[in-house]
C-alpha cells in the first residue's frame, strides 16, 4: 500500500469532519503573573470536556452550541479557577484567565487537575510519565523510578553504579535510546547513565513503549525514555546529601538564578556519588591451603576450596557531574539561548564477570567526558504559532578498562599467582574514546488549535577508537558513524479534544565508514556503506465518554546496525556488507480511565495490551567458540506480546497508593538454519523475567509535627515471578530463577514548607536473597538517611 | 466500580489470550545416560547453550533435548578431556581443576580443586598413562608455553614451563598443537605469531622434550618448510596420534595461518627425538583442499577432514576422505555423507574397531554415520532431532 496515499487519504477525511460544523467558540489564554502557562488543563464542565493549553498557554473550544458554561481550570500548585460564561449562536468568545499560586506548593501530594504528566498518561502514546517530585526525598535514582512503573525492568549486577539492562516490554539493551530533554542521552558520557543519575535532577520521566514521538529522533526499536529537567524561570536552589550501608554517600545540587530584569540566566546542575558496595555474598566459594602468605595463596596438595559468606571486596563505585549552563531567556529574539558547559567522571574497580562464581580483585573501568553545547529556543518565530528549537553539541568521552593482575582472586579475598589476566587471558588496557557531535532541531506550527505539524531533524556522528593501550597508542581503523533522521507528526485535535490523531513518518539515513584490513590484499582498504529506511506510525486516543479513553499507537521502528557490527573488526568478527537495520512493528492497545470524586478521592486506572513483532535482529552468531569468529546477522525474529496495568488512588494529600502489574512473553522465532526451525523455536526466551509487579504506598500529614511541616511513610514492595535461567523445554532439568519479593520502606520529615528535608530509608527490609542475570546477588538490607535543602523564589 | 471490573476483566482477556501455550515435550527414543554423549549448541548469541545428552547407541534411533540432556553452559566447555567414564575440565573462571561425570540427565562435578596455571581453552593435551594427564597450553599473553602434569586420582599437579628458544625478533607470540606421548618422550607442534594482521611463522616447528613425573625437560626443535601452524589442539579436534608401533604423526592445518602452504603429515619414528626426514606426506594433494582434522582408525588407516575450497554458496564446505598413512595415498573421499559446516571440533570416536562421525548436515539432516572399515561405506545411524546451531563433540567414554 502506498502509505502516501493512505496518510492524505486519513487527514483529509478528518480535516473534513472537522470543519463541517460551525457553532460558537471559546479562545482563551492561561496566565499566571510571570506569563503564559503551558499544559495547563481548562475544562468545560457541561459537555465534559477538557483540552490543555499550547505552548503559547492558549485553548479552544469549538463547535458549541449556545448557552451557559463553566470553565474549570486546575494546575499543580495553583488554586483552582472557576469561570462562567455565557455563548451567543456564532459568537466567538476570547477569554484570559489568571490562575494563583497555591501557598502549599511544594508539598509532596498535591493533585488538583490534570499534571503535565496526567495530560501525557492521556496521550495517544503508550507512555509511562512520572513525576519524580514524590521521590525528591529518597535516596533513589532514576532506574529504580523506572524499574517500579509498568512494562519496565530493569536488571542489575547489583551496588552503586553496577552495569544494568533497561528493558521496555521485553526489548532491551541497544533497542531502548535514552534522551535528556530531548537530546540523546549519550552526549553526556558513559557515568551519565540512568542507574546514576540522581532522583532531584530530574522534573518528570518519560517512558515511551514502542511508538516514539518524532521530537526524540533516534532509531529506537523498542521505546525511548526522555528525562526532563527543570526548565521552570525561578530562582531555585535543590542540595541533598545522603549517606547509608556499604559506605555510600550521594551528593546532588541542582540550582538556577535569574535576573528577571536582563533575563540572565545561569544554571547548576552536579552530583557525586560514592561507594564501597561491599555487601555480603551468600553461600559463596573461597580458598585455603597451608601455603597463604598474607592474602597470597601458592597452590597445593593441601589447596582446597571452601564455601562461605562473604563481603565483596573490590567493587568501589564513584562517579561525579557537573554541568554550568548560562544564557538569556524570555527576549524578543530568543524564549531561551543557552551554552553550557559539563563534564563527568567514573571510576569502578570491576569484582565478577557476568556470573558470580567469576572472582575478580584488582581490575578497574574508569573514564570522563566532556561536553559543550549551545541550545536556542523561540516560539511564534516569524510568524504566530511556528515554534523552533535547536540544539548542538560536542562531546568527548573516554572509557578505560585495566585488565593487567597475573592474579587469580576467590571470593575470601585470597589470591593465586596467575599466568593469565582477570578478564580475558591477554593483558589489556583497553581504552574506547569516541568523539561524539549531535545536532538537533525542532519545529512545529500549530496550524490552528485543532491542527498542527512537527518536524523534527537529528545529527548524529560517533567515531569509535578502540585499542590495547598495552600494543597501540591509538586505533588504526576507526568506525565512523553518521546519522541523519528526520521525523514528520501531524497532530489533529477534533470534538473539543475528545479524538485526538498523531500521524508520523521519521526518516533514518545511516553512513558507516571504516578503515579495515583486508587480509586477501593484505592493505588497508577504506570502506563505506549507506542505507535509507523509511517508518512510521499512528497514536490515537479517543475518550469513549468524560474520564474514559481508549487508546491505540504503532510504529514500524527501525535500529540501525552499528560500524562494528556491518564491518566486523578482522580478528575476530567477520564482515558481513549485507547486514540491514533491524526493525519491529510495535502495536499497542489500552484504556485508562480517570476520576475525582468529591474533589477529594482520585482513582487513576490504566490498562494496556502490547505486541511486537520485531524481525532482522542483529546478533552475533557464534561461529564456533574455539575459533572465536563471530558474524553479525539478520537473523533473529522475536515476538513479543504482553499486557500491563496500574491503578492509582489518592485521598487528599493523606494517602496514596500505587499498584501494578505487568506479563510479557518473548518468543524466539529465530533460526539458524534456512530450512528449519531451531530448538528454540517457538519458546520463551530464557533468563527473562515475564511477570512483575510493584505496589506503593504512602501516607502523610500536614503540621503533624509544628506548622509548615509534613510527616510521610512510604512502603514498595516489588515483585518478580520466578523465570527459566534455561530454555524452556530442553533438557532434563530447566534451572529457574526464584520468585523474589523486595520490601523498601522510608519515612520523611519536612519542615518550613518542605524547605528542609530529613528522610530514613530501608531497602530490602527482609533482607531477603535478590538477584538478577544468572543469579548474580545484589544487595541485602541497607539503610540510608538523606538530608535536603530546597529553596524557591521567584 | 464498573469501570475498574471492566478493565481489569479485559486485563484478564489478554493475559490469557497471551499466555496460551502449545508447548508439548514429545518422548524421545532414547533417553539415557549411555556411554556416547553429545553436546549440542542452542540459540544464538548472546543466549547461545551448551547442553549435553547420554544414548546408549549411536546407530539407530533419535534423541533430542525435548526433557532431555543437561545444560553445561559456564560449568564446562565443549573444549573438554574425555577419559573412561569422566570429562576433566579447567574452569579458568573459578580457578579450578574439575571431574565431571554424566548421569541421569545430570551433570554433577565428582570431584574438584583450585587450580591456576595453564591458558586452558589455547591448550592441548595427552596421556602419559591411563592415571597422568599432560595438558600444554601457552599463558595469558602468549608469550610462552606452559605445562601440568595431573595425577587424575589425587588431583597432584606438576607445573612447569616449556624451555622453548626465545620468540624470535618481530614476533610476539606463541602456541602449541599436537601433543603426543611415546616411549617416554612428549612430541609437540608450535607457532610463533605476530600482532594482528601480520602473518604468523610461515615454516612448520617441532618440539621434542623428556618426560618424567616430576617435569618436562625439552630436547630439541626443529622446523620444516613444507608447511606451517602448530596443528589442532586434541581438546578441539584431533590431528596427530602415536600408533601400534609407537610412531607419532602430526598433522598440520595451515589454514589458520598460511593458506597457500599445504597440509602435511610428519612422523617421529618410536624413540627417535627428530622429524623422519623420509616421511611427508601432503595430504591436500590428494584432497585438493587444506584439512583441519586426523583421526587413525587402525590398519595405518585415517580419517582426514578438509575444507573443501570448490564448494561455494553455503557454510557446509567440509568433507571427510579415509587415508592411508603408510602408503601416503588416499583410501576414499567419504562423498555419501552430508557436507559439514563445522571445522575445529571433534567429531569422529573410534571404539572397538568401530568408527562414528557426527555430521552438522545442511537442514535437519543431523546424523551419527558408521563407517565401515572394510569396504569403508557409511550408514546412517542415530538422528540428532530438533534443529539446533551445532553438534559440538561425540565422545564414548
Known amino acids: 500500500m502506498n502509505i502516501k496515499l493512505l496518510l492524505i487519504t486519513v487527514l483529509s477525511f478528518f480535516s473534513f469532519v472537522a470543519t463541517a460544523q460551525n457553532t460558537a467558540k471559546i479562545l482563551g489564554q492561561i496566565r499566571d503573573r510571570h506569563g503564559v502557562m503551558v499544559q495547563v488543563s481548562v475544562q468545560l464542565k457541561e459537555l465534559a470536556q477538557s483540552t490543555p493549553t499550547d505552548k503559547d498557554g492558549k485553548f479552544a473550544f469549538s463547535n458549541i452550541k449556545a448557552g451557559d458554561y463553566t470553565l474549570l481550570v486546575s494546575h499543580i500548585g495553583y488554586q483552582p479557577l472557576q469561570q462562567k460564561v455565557s455563548l451567543k449562536t456564532g459568537e466567538v468568545l476570547n477569554l484570559t484567565l489568571l490562575l494563583e499560586e497555591s501557598t502549599t506548593e511544594m508539598q509532596t501530594v498535591t493533585v488538583t487537575g490534570k499534571t503535565k504528566t496526567q495530560e501525557l498518561k492521556e496521550s495517544g502514546f503508550a507512555v509511562n510519565a512520572i513525576e519524580t517530585k514524590q521521590f525528591a526525598n529518597t535516596n533513589t535514582n532514576l532506574s529504580q523510578i523506572l524499574n517500579k512503573s509498568t512494562g519496565v525492568k530493569v536488571r542489575e549486577k547489583g551496588g552503586v553504579g553496577g552495569d544494568f539492562d533497561f528493558s521496555v516490554n521485553g526489548l532491551s539493551g541497544k533497542q531502548i535510546k535514552f534522551f535528556i530533554d530531548g537530546i540523546p542521552l549519550e552526549i553526556l558520557g558513559t557515568a551519565m547513565s540512568f542507574n546514576n543519575i540522581p532522583v532531584n535532577l530530574a522534573e518528570s520521566i518519560e517512558v515511551y513503549k514502542g511508538v516514539v514521538p518524532v521530537s526524540l529522533g533516534s532509531d529506537a526499536l523498542g521505546g525511548a525514555v526522555n528525562i526532563i529537567t527543570n526548565r521552570s524561570t525561578k530562582n531555585y536552589v535543590d542540595f541533598s546529601t545522603s549517606y547509608g550501608s556499604f559506605n555510600t554517600n550521594k551528593n546532588a545540587l541542582s540550582t538556577q538564578l535569574v535576573n528577571k530584569k536582563t533575563g540572565l540566566t545561569f544554571r547548576l546542575n552536579g552530583f557525586t556519588n560514592y561507594s564501597d558496595n561491599n555487601y555480603k555474598m551468600i553461600g559463596v566459594r573461597g580458598i585455603t591451603g597451608d601455603n597463604i602468605v598474607g592474602n597470597k595463596i601458592t597452590i597445593d596438595e593441601t589447596s582446597k576450596f571452601i564455601t562461605l559468606d562473604a563481603e565483596r571486596f573490590h567493587n568501589r563505585y564513584k562517579s561525579a557531574f557537573g554541568q554550568a549552563e548560562v544564557g538569556i531567556s524570555n527576549k524578543p529574539y530568543a524564549d531561551a539561548l543557552f551554552v553550557n558547559f559539563s563534564y563527568t567522571g567514573f571510576d569502578q574497580q570491576l569484582q565478577t564477570g557476568t556470573d558470580q562464581r567469576n572472582v575478580y580483585g584488582m581490575a578497574t573501568r574508569d573514564g570522563h567526558s566532556i561536553n559543550t553545547g549551545i541550545r536556542y529556543s523561540k516560539n511564534n518565530l516569524f510568524v504566530e504559532g511556528l515554534n523552533a528549537n535547536t540544539y548542538w553539541g560536542y562531546s568527548k568521552d573516554i572509557s578505560i578498562v585495566t585488565d593487567t593482575a597475573r592474579r587469580k582472586y576467590y571470593w575470601n579475598n585470597v589470591y593465586a599467582y596467575n599466568e593469565s589476566a582477570e578478564i580475558s587471558s591477554l593483558f589489556s588496557i583497553n581504552n574506547l574514546i569516541r568523539p561524539h557531535i549531535i545536532g538537533r532541531t525542532n519545529i512545529s506550527y500549530n496550524i490552528n488549535h485543532e491542527h498542527s505539524l512537527n518536524l523534527n531533524y537529528v545529527f548524529d556522528r560517533v567515531e569509535n577508537n578502540s585499542f590495547n593501550e598495552l600494543i597501540t597508542s591509538s586505533d588504526d581503523n576507526p568506525g565512523i558513524v553518521r546519522k541523519n533522521i528526520l521525523g514528520f507528526a501531524y497532530q489533529q485535535d477534533l470534538f473539543s479534544n475528545k479524538l485526538s490523531n498523531v500521524l508520523f513518518s521519521k526518516y533514518y539515513g545511516l553512513g558507516l565508514k571504516l578503515n579495515k584490513y583486508s587480509s586477501d590484499n593484505a592493505v588497508y582498504e577504506n570502506i563505506r556503506s549507506s542505507d535509507n529506511s523509511l517508518g512510521y506510525g499512528l497514536s490515537s486516543r479517543y475518550y469513549l465518554v468524560k474520564d474514559l479513553g481508549l487508546k491505540f499507537s504503532f510504529e514500524k521502528a527501525y535500529r540501525l546496525q552499528e560500524a562494528g557490527e556491518m564491518f566486523g573488526d578482522g580478528v575476530n568478527t567477520v564482515a558481513n556488507l549485507d547486514l540491514k537495520p533491524e526493525h519491529s512493528y510495535n502495536f499497542n492497545l489500552g484504556t485508562f480511565y480517570s476520576k475525582t470524586l468529591n474533589k477529594n478521592h482520585q482513582l487513576f486506572i490504566e490498562a494496556n495490551g502490547f505486541l511486537r513483532y520485531a524481525k532482522d535482529f542483529i546478533y552475533a552468531k557464534v561461529y564456533q567458540s574455539n575459533t572465536p569468529r563471530t558474524i553479525y546477522e539478520n537473523l533473529d525474529k522475536i515476538n513479543i506480546s504482553g499486557a500491563e496495568a496500574e491503578v492509582r488512588y489518592n485521598y487528599k494529600d493523606f494517602l496514596n497508593a500505587t499498584v501494578n502489574a505487568s506479563y510479557q512473553k518473548s518468543i524466539s522465532f529465530s533460526s539458524a538454519n534456512t530450512s528449519s526451525n531451531e530448538n528454540t523455536y517457538n519458546k520463551k526466551l530464557p533468563n527473562q523475567p515475564w511477570f512483575f509487579g510493584n505496589a506503593d504506598f504512602g501516607i502523610g500529614k500536614n503540621d503533624l509535627i509544628g506548622k509548615d511541616s509534613r510527616v510521610q511513610f512510604n512502603w514498595s514492595i516489588n515483585y518478580i515471578h520466578w523465570y527459566y535461567r534455561t530454555w524452556e523445554g530442553l533438557g532434563a532439568v530447566i534451572d529457574e530463577i526464584p520468585t523474589q519479593t523486595i520490601h523498601n520502606a522510608s519515612l520523611t520529615y519536612s519542615f518550613q514548607k518542605s524547605k528542609y528535608n530529613i528522610s530514613l530509608e530501608c531497602n530490602n527490609l527482609t533482607n531477603q536473597l535478590a538477584y538478577d542475570n544468572f543469579k548474580l546477588q545484589k544487595e541485602g538490607r541497607a539503610y540510608y538517611v538523606k538530608l535536603r535543602y530546597f529553596i524557591s523564589k521567584n | ?397
Open chain 2, 1 to 397: 466500580m464498573k469501570i475498574i471490573l471492566k478493565s481489569i476483566s479485559f486485563l484478564l482477556l489478554l493475559t490469557v489470550l497471551f499466555s496460551c501455550s502449545k508447548d508439548k515435550t514429545l518422548p524421545d527414543d532414547q533417553t539415557t545416560d549411555g556411554n556416547y554423549v553429545l553436546w549440542l549448541q542452542v540459540g544464538s548469541w548472546p543466549n547461545t547453550s551448551q547442553y549435553v545428552v547420554g544414548v546408549n547407541s549411536v546407530d539407530e534411533g533419535s534423541v533430542s533435548l525435548s526433557g532431555n540432556g543437561r545444560e553445561v553452559t559456564g560449568r564446562a566447555d565443549y573444549g573438554i578431556i574425555p577419559h573412561k567414564g569422566y570429562y576433566y575440565y579447567i574452569n579458568e573462571e573459578e580457578g579450578s581443576f574439575v571431574k565431571f561425570e554424566l548421569k541421569n540427565n545430570n551433570w554433577t562435578p565428582v570431584k574438584e580443586a583450585p587450580y591456576v596455571h595453564v591458558n586452558f581453552a589455547s591448550a592441548t593435551y595427552t596421556w602419559a598413562n591411563d592415571n597422568t594427564l599432560i595438558i600444554a597450553g601457552p599463558n595469558g599473553d602468549y608469550t610462552k608455553i606452559l605445562y601440568s602434569i595431573v595425577d587424575i586420582e589425587t588431583f597432584k599437579f606438576v607445573n612447569g614451563e616449556l624451555a622453548l628458544p626465545a620468540i624470535p625478533t618481530g614476533y610476539s607470540g606463541i602456541s602449541i598443537g599436537n601433543l603426543e606421548f611415546s616411549n617416554g618422550n612428549v612430541y609437540f607442534g608450535f607457532n610463533y605469531t605476530k600482532d594482528w594482521p601480520d602473518p604468523s611463522y610461515d615454516k612448520a616447528l617441532f618440539g621434542v622434550a623428556k618426560y618424567s613425573s616430576t617435569g618436562l625437560v625439552m630436547i630439541g626443535t626443529e622446523e620444516d618448510a613444507a608447511s606451517a601452524g602448530p596443528g589442532s589442539s586434541r581438546l578441539w579436534t584431533a590431528s596427530s596420534n602415536v600408533d601400534v608401533n609407537g610412531d607419532v604423526y602430526m598433522l598440520t592445518t595451515p589454514q589458520m595461518v598460511n593458506k597457500a602452504l599445504p597440509s602435511v603429515v610428519y612422523k617421529y619414528k618410536n624413540g627417535t627425538t627428530s622429524l623422519d626426514q623420509s616421511y611427508k606426506f601432503n595430504v591436500s594433494n590428494i584432497t585438493g583442499s587444506n584439512a583441519v582434522g586426523l583421526w587413525f582408525i587402525g590398519g595405518g588407516k585415517a580419517i582426514v577432514k578438509y575444507n573443501n575450497l570448490s564448494v561455494t554458496g553455503t557454510t557446509h564446505t567440509y568433507e571427510y576422505a579415509v587415508i592411508d598413512l603408510y602408503n601416503k595415498t588416499l583410501v576414499k573421499k567419504l562423498t555419501d555423507l552430508p557436507r559439514d559446516n563445522s571445522d575445529y571440533i571433534q567429531t569422529v570416536i573410534v571404539e572397538d574397531g568401530k568408527v562414528y562421525l557426527a555430521i552438522n548436515g545442511e537442514g535437519a539432516n543431523d546424523y551419527v554415520w558408521n563407517l565401515n572399515t572394510t569396504t569403508y561405506e557409511v550408514t546412517q545411524g542415530i538422528n540428532i532431532k530438533g534443529d539446533f546451531d551445532y553438534i559440538l563433540r561425540i565422545d564414548v567414554l
